[in-house]
């Protein structure tokens, strides 16, 4: 972890950074710096690794640690471990969700995913590693250890049984009959949603934020989580062969279209406006300090992939 941390001693401070744009450039930096393996790592799953995480993407769950981190008083410095360790667990569950097992996809983000470049089982592991990797970085990296330690269990829950994998597993099981829009709702909130939640109070807990920031930023998370996810749908229900959906992805053929398929395309698109304006309602009492967060949940609800 040595390199991490002189890439890290070396990062600009917020005052210096201006832009969604450097944020993501950061984060691509700091990562590609935490998959440099020594010895002991074989060079085929190491390129796996890198490719299922070191593609193209947005960064959005690791710009929401960092932004978090910077709103409540703290600083990309001390973020930037635990804005790593939320990509690389994001990074895992789509390389196994695009399993044949799982969603059985064969393009992610314009490009053949990992286990139609690697085959299954190099896949498999690579997620394997890229999730034990995650918790790694948080363990060691975010000081002092009691607060790695609240990170670390609050990043294992978020991707566990009863938030992301469960969300997956509903979303897997009732694949044969139709759920009700509040059903669809509580998967994504913790299919999509969680991670988003996770990436802002990880932010928030290393800079000490306040329990009412900390409020604030979880209310936010909830409802971009899930406007994200609808955007998502209205995309996939358009374009068959979408790219970068954390549901229904893109690859062998059209897929149910989640929540257009259920209210229609118009009320998905109210229902996302909603959750944006929501979402930015509960971050007015930061003033200034929220700015980044109401132009990344416009991104995210005009995004076209």
């Not at 890198?50 to 910077?70: E, I, N, S, W």
Request: hydrophobic content about 45%.
């Amino acid at each position: 972890m040595q390199k991490v941390q002189a890439l890290m001693s070396r990062t600009p401070e917020a005052s210096i950074l201006t832009g969604h744009a450097a944020l993501r450039h950061m984060v691509d930096r700091a990562l590609e710096e935490s998959v440099r393996f020594p010895s002991g790592c074989p060079r085929r799953l190491a390129d796996a690794i890198h490719y299922g995480l070191l593609g193209p993407g947005k960064r959005l769950r690791p710009r929401l640690v960092l932004m978090a981190a910077d709103a409540c008083g703290g600083n990309f410095h001390d973020a930037l471990p635990a804005a790593c360790a939320v990509e690389m667990v994001h990074a895992y569950s789509l390389i196994h969700d695009d399993l044949p097992a799982m969603d059985d996809d064969d393009l992610r983000r314009g490009r053949p995913t990992c286990h139609k470049v690697y085959g299954e089982a190099l896949a498999i592991l690579a997620g394997d590693a890229l999730l034990a990797r995650a918790l790694e970085i948080l363990a060691t990296d975010v000081l002092p250890p009691s607060k790695a330690a609240r990170c670390v269990a609050a990043l294992a829950r978020a991707a566990g049984p009863t938030q992301l994998v469960g969300g997956q597993a509903d979303d897997l099981l009732g694949g044969t009959q139709r759920p009700s829009p509040a059903d669809l709702e509580d998967i994504h909130r913790r299919k999509t949603g969680a991670l988003f939640r996770v990436a802002l109070r990880l932010g928030g807990w290393i800079a000490d934020a306040s329990a009412e920031q900390l409020d604030m930023l979880d209310t936010y998370g909830t409802k971009v989580g899930l406007a994200f996810q609808i955007t998502d749908d209205l995309l996939d229900s358009v374009d068959s062969s979408a790219p970068d959906s954390a549901a229904g992805r893109a690859g062998n053929g059209p897929k149910p279209a989640g929540f257009p398929l259920m209210t229609g395309a118009e009320a998905s698109r109210r229902r996302a406006r909603e959750l944006v304006q929501q979402a930015c309602r509960a971050l007015e009492a930061m003033g200034p300090r929220g700015t980044p967060f109401i132009a990344l949940a416009r991104e995210i609800a005009e995004r076209r992939r």
